[in-house]
């Protein structure tokens, strides 16, 4: 008997839906979740203690981070030593605090040193006063009270009840201009006060010259140019009130020695002009009970009508609720990029959050038009990119901008543009070191601009031109008075007699120095790939085989006799000790293994590491090394040993970088004020959670390979750039079930610890099955 037609096109369907199930998930086009990602986010997560971090409203990469600042901290005490508060304040804010002076416009996150803080803005209610924390005879000064029970924020949003003077404070931003509301109560005497005296890291020196004008009665317009870690840094503003003034004025706090003919004028009242060093200037209104205020406040970096271009671009309005609500959408797009799901809702607090911090800096630093000041403080146009500022590369190349290779390769290629368009500025011919608003600051070590384009090259990221990528890093690695390279150069180690922290210097130099190298090999440049692959072995050159540590080595060839490796200062390594720093060998592991005595003994000795309690008088003369983040004498708190704990992986010990893993995810980070155990580091601290959480990690930036570690979710989607998505799942996951049996990426399980980029770029199916055995 024939089948009947409906009969063949049931079995035509049914074959048709085998075949559709069998077939690879890996170009399957997922929609993204539609769901509201900024209500996991805690922005107060890390703003206690080590973590600075600031809770205020910002737009993603954004140029304006409008938040509060808790205190007045100077660097310097009245008998001119440092002081050691002010390291408390890089980012303006410390939890612990219950007072307010206002709200800047700029502020860093997770720094170890700091600057910005730039044009502090308060409202205030009653007899107009000027002081931030305390006038000169002793009163109170303009500061306010309040209560974290009436303080929220949230991506884009911070709102706080500031109780001296009655007033609902409500801040959100765009990428350039921030957005302030303020509710105030009946008076005759309501002030709008602008601090532009305030910085953080402030010193009697840091404001060169300040300039305000008073354009009508509701704009006002200037420029700050500062000297602080940026030695040249102008900020251009414009600010403009949703109500005119009544009446203004300012004071100076420096003395005048010239003013020209400037002097037949009273400057200080109602005078549209005003010029000087120290300057705070105030508004007066009245207002009704329950009126509010509002206040854009547009920055720029090159001049007052790029910042007024900039506010009509973004907010030409007055509607305060429609920016705020842009700006979450903005947010809730940068978080639905990696969708998870957790084994606890405060593991997911704590991703999602760690997942905002990395998306704070690098920051925009152009205007609408695209025009920018240069590191030569002329003015240029970017062409072919976006510009981005706040490059602090010792700590980001590690896993902050291998992370954007993954999740937002656009933007990298944008911020490797911008630091093409440096080196290009610069007069040494040097990509950045650690850069900021148009700035060289030269902070930390190393030359790791050389890591974030290897990278990407290795990552096929990127359009930039890599012959110009090539003589950019060995412009920069040539620069022989540069922090101890031309003796690199020639005794092939940074001699300690010569330069300080000479081991951590050879160890950085020979990793950079090895991404050189890759980068040569992309350009087919075997001369220079072959020049700087020999520079990459001098690592070497540093080892003392007789006691087992990297040691530092003087210029006549002999190791220092004074070395102690478990100290932290003055041992010839940075921010670290040579148990930590000294097995830092990204480019070649297995070589570094088998020079300190093979598996397993390097096993034993990372066991070590993680298990002998350092006592306090080997890192008291830190301030970025501190209990909080210290593991026995493993050191999470600071970056030099983010690698650490994959290193098991190439001793045949996987299982222990699993527990290692799981146990720093857990106890090194957390959803609470104090979940950052030690600064967050422009990102980095943070995207060594998001890596790890997924269950990889970037061990050696500028390969295309990352080290296996233990997944703590259950299962997440990474939506790429390029339309594909990542799946990654887990079986028999649990907060016990800490290591791997096995792991299947794309069908086929892995034979080694390393996950190819390649075998995720486009997208794919990553499973791991755990296990407590």
């Known amino acids: 008997m024939k089948p009947s037609i409906k009969t063949i096109l049931l079995l035509a369907l049914s074959i048709l839906g085998i075949s559709c199930q069998k077939k690879s998930t890996r170009n399957i086009v997922k929609k993204k979740s539609t769901n509201t990602f900024t209500k996991y986010v805690n922005p107060f997560i890390g703003t206690s203690k080590m973590g600075h971090v600031f809770p205020g409203a910002t737009a993603p990469f954004g140029m304006v981070q409008l938040s509060p600042q808790t205190n007045f901290a100077p660097m310097f005490q009245k008998d001119g030593s440092y002081n050691k508060e002010t390291y408390e304040y890089c980012a303006g804010y410390q939890y612990k605090d219950s007072t ?92 709008i006060i602008l601090d532009m005296v305030y910085n953080v890291y402030h010193h009697k020196n840091k404001n060169v010259w300040t300039f305000i004008r008073v354009e009508n009665d509701s704009l006002v317009t200037g420029y700050r140019q500062t000297k602080g870690w940026a030695r040249t840094k102008k900020v251009f503003f414009a600010m403009q009130f949703s109500k005119p003034f009544q009446s203004y004025g300012h ?208 990552k096929n990221v990127g359009d930039f031109d890599v012959n110009r990528a090539l003589n950019a890093a060995t412009n920069t690695a040539t620069v022989r008075y ?7 150069i020639d005794y092939h180690y940074v001699p300690d007699d010569k330069s300080h922290s000479s081991v951590s210097k050879t160890l950085e130099y020979a990793y950079n120095d090895w991404c050189i190298a890759q980068i040569a090999k992309k350009a087919n440049n075997q001369s220079i790939e072959k020049e700087y692959l020999e520079r990459a072995s001098y690592y070497k050159n540093v080892y003392d085989p007789s006691i087992g540590f990297m040691r530092p080595r003087l210029s006549n060839g002999k190791f220092r006799e004074k070395f102690d490796p478990m100290d932290t200062h003055g041992q010839g390594f940075i921010e670290g000790n040579a148990w930590n720093y000294g097995l830092y060998v990204p480019q070649n592991i297995d ?151 096995s792991v299947t990426v794309n069908g086929k399980k892995l034979d080694n610890w390393l996950l190819p980029h390649n075998a995720i770029a486009n997208g794919g199916e990553i499973l791991f099955e755990m296990t407590h055995k």
């Open 100 to 191: 307010i002076i206002g709200f800047a416009h700029t502020n860093f996150s997770g720094t170890g040193h700091a600057d910005l803080g730039d044009f502090l803005v308060m409202p205030t209610t009653g007899k107009l006063n000027l002081h931030p924390v305390s006038s000169e005879d002793g009163q109170k000064g303009f500061y306010s009270t309040f209560s974290h029970a009436n303080e929220s924020a949230s991506p884009g949003y911070y709102k706080v009840d500031l109780n001296t003077y009655n007033i609902k404070a409500e801040l959100t931003a765009s990428e350039r201009v921030g957005f302030h509301q303020y509710t105030f109560p009946k008076s005759e005497n309501s002030h």
């Open 251 to 458: 004071k100076k706090y420096d003395r005048e020695t010239y003013d020209g003919f400037y002097r037949r004028f009273k400057q200080n009242e109602n005078f549209p002009e005003m010029a000087g060093k120290d300057i705070r200037a105030y508004f007066n209104f009245d207002t009704e009970e329950g009126e509010k205020i509002k206040v854009k406040f547009a920055l720029s970096s090159v001049s007052t009508n790029g910042a007024l271009k900039n506010l009509e671009a973004e907010i030409p309005h007055w509607n305060f609720e429609q920016t705020k609500s842009e700006t979450e959408n903005k947010w809730n797009n940068e978080l639905r990029k990696i969708d998870i799901e957790t084994i606890s809702e405060k593991d997911k607090t704590t991703f999602y959050t760690a997942l905002y911090h990395t998306s704070l800096s690098p920051i925009l630093y152009e205007d609408v038009d695209g025009q920018y000041r240069g590191l030569d403080q002329n003015i240029h146009t970017s062409n072919g990119f976006t510009n981005y500022t706040i490059f602090s590369l010792w700590d980001t190349y590690r896993a902050l901008h291998p992370l954007y290779n993954l999740t937002q390769p656009k933007r990298n290629n944008d911020m490797i543009k911008s630091m093409l368009a440096h080196q290009e500025q610069s007069v040494h011919k040097m990509l950045p070191i650690w850069s900021h608003y148009a700035n060289e600051n030269w902070c930390m070590i190393g030359y790791h601009a050389t890591s974030v384009i290897a990278d990407a090259l290795a």
């Open 482 to 488: 540069f922090d101890g390279i031309g003796d690199y």
């Open 591 to 741: 070589t570094m293994i088998a020079m300190m005595g093979g598996k397993e003994k390097f096993s034993k000795q990372l066991d070590q590491l993680f298990t002998t309690e350092i006592e306090d008088k080997y890192i008291a003369q830190h301030e970025d090394i501190t209990r909080d983040g210290i593991i026995g004498n493993y050191v999470h708190g600071n970056e030099p040993g983010h690698h650490i704990p994959y290193l098991y992986n190439w001793t045949g010990h996987p299982e222990k970088t699993q527990e290692r893993v799981r146990m720093i995810l857990k106890s090194m980070y957390a959803d609470t004020v104090e979940g950052l155990c030690g600064n967050d580091d422009a990102g980095q601290m943070s995207a060594w959670y998001i890596f790890s959480s997924l269950g990889f990690y970037p061990v050696t930036p500028g390969s295309s390979d990352y080290a296996i570690g233990s997944p703590n979710i259950l299962k997440a989607t990474l939506y790429l750039e390029n339309g594909k998505t990542l799946d990654i799942r887990t079986s028999n996951q649990s907060e016990e079930n800490t290591l791997v049996k």
